[in-house]
Every structure is written in C-alpha cells, then in structure tokens.
C-alpha cells in the first residue's frame, strides 16, 4: 500500500533549537509539497520539488527555513531556530506531476508531524 | 491567481440526511477542482476531483460534486449522511498545468445522531 511517509509525527522542543523533519514520497512520484497547517491560517504552501528542484518556496520564512531533497526517496524540511509560532503541523505530500503532455495533479499526504515549540 | 471559497465554517445534518458542502472558485484560467478529507488527528485524503472532463464527479464514499461554470461552484453532496462522515473538508483548486494547491478555509462536518 503506497503512501506518504512523515517522521517523527510529533515533535517538542525548546524554543532556538533546530527541527528537523523528514519525508519520504511514494516512489515514482516525482513532486513533492510541504504544507503548514494552523489553526489561523489553515494550510499553507511552503515549498514543492519537481524531480527533486525546488521549485517554490515564496511560502518559506528564508531566514529560518530550508527545505531540501537529498535524493528522490527523501525529502526534509528544516526550522533553525525554531520560534513558538512555528508550532504547527507540518504536511508533506507527494504526486505524479506531469505524465506526458498531461498533468496529474492529485497530491497525496502524509499524516503529518505536529510541531510544538516551547 | 486561483481562489476557493467555502461558504460554511460548520455544517451540522443528521444521520441519515442529505450533505451538501458549499465551495466557490476563482481562476484565470482553466480550474482542476479537488475535495480532500481530513479526520481529526489524520493527513488529508482526496474524495474527488475534476479535471475538465465529466462536470458531474463520483468520489469515494457516496460523494460527488458537480462542476457549474456558469456558477463557479463546486458543491460537495451525499445523499445520506453516516457517523463515519464527521470531518473536516476541504475544497481545492489549481491551475490546470500548475502543481501548486491552493485550499480553502475547510468546513467541519458535524453528523447528529
């Protein structure tokens, strides 16, 4: 049964200190999202990856978020230093992306990592 | 620019009563239109989507939604609620050609017993 991967699923930590959280996509889909999800703003794009380039991350605060894919079968979102505001959960979601001239725009979600920054 | 509106926060039926789940779109251009679920505590899954072909969308679980251009609408419908049903929906629009999902606000699904 193929699906989206996310550790931890959850995650507390001090405030200042590095967060790093980690996804794996279904293998074979070549784009992958991370979303935020709060309670004021509902969810947010973050970033996406096509076949591993970034591709959009205007969703990112630069000065403290990273987001990268080592290789196809990881992707990482990483919070240094982490603020209270940044408690959150965190979606990653992966999909087929184009398909010959064709587009497939179904993503697929993980079940999330629920961040608390103290 | 796309956009979707959700029209109910909440939206409280009985069990065993039709649903109807209210989404607007904006969109330059040609809209794909998806519904997603998420049960408390869960990732989000897809109900449904549209992507130009058939206006009237089967999804899993009883539901469908139905495309009205003339509308900009992409209502959310079931026949007959169930207790499984309670969650939150979310209604989704992209371009068609463009990857990025843009969500709505979401709608809590309450089901009365």
């Known amino acids: 049964d193929a699906r989206v991967t996310q550790t931890p699923r959850h995650k507390v930590t001090e405030m200042g200190q590095e967060v790093t959280m980690r996804c794996q996509p279904i293998?074979?889909?070549?784009?992958v999202f991370w979303y935020r999800q709060t309670m004021m703003q509902g969810l947010e794009l973050l970033a996406y990856?096509?076949?591993?380039?970034?591709?959009?991350d205007s969703g990112m605060p630069k000065d403290r978020f990273s987001a990268e894919m080592p290789d196809a079968t990881l992707a990482t979102l990483k919070i240094q230093p982490s603020e209270p505001r940044d408690s959150a959960v965190y979606f990653c979601?992966?999909?087929?992306?184009?398909?010959?001239?064709?587009?497939?725009?179904?993503?697929?979600f993980g079940q999330g990592t629920r961040l608390t920054v103290v | 620019a796309q956009s979707v509106t959700q029209l109910d926060s909440h939206v409280s039926v009985s069990e065993g009563t039709p649903v109807l789940l209210r989404c607007n779109y904006s969109?330059?251009?040609?809209?794909?239109l998806f519904w997603y679920v998420q049960h408390p505590n869960k990732g989000l899954q897809l109900l449904l989507k549209?992507?130009?072909?058939?206006?009237l969308v089967k999804g899993i679980n009883g539901f469908e939604a139905e495309f009205k251009k003339s509308e900009t609408s992409f209502h959310l419908t079931k026949p007959s609620a169930h207790m499984s049903d309670a969650a939150e929906y979310f209604c989704?629009?992209?371009?068609?050609?463009?990857?990025?999902?843009?969500f709505g606000t979401g709608t809590r699904l309450t089901i009365i017993p």
């Open positions: 979601a992966s999909g087929l992306g184009f398909v010959g001239q064709d587009i497939n725009t179904e993503a697929f």
């Open positions: 293998l074979g889909h070549n784009t």
């Open positions: 990856f096509r076949n591993r380039a970034p591709l959009d």
């Open positions: 969109s330059s251009y040609s809209p794909s």
């Open positions: 549209y992507t130009s072909a058939a206006t």
């Open positions: 989704v629009v992209s371009i068609f050609g463009n990857e990025k999902l843009t």
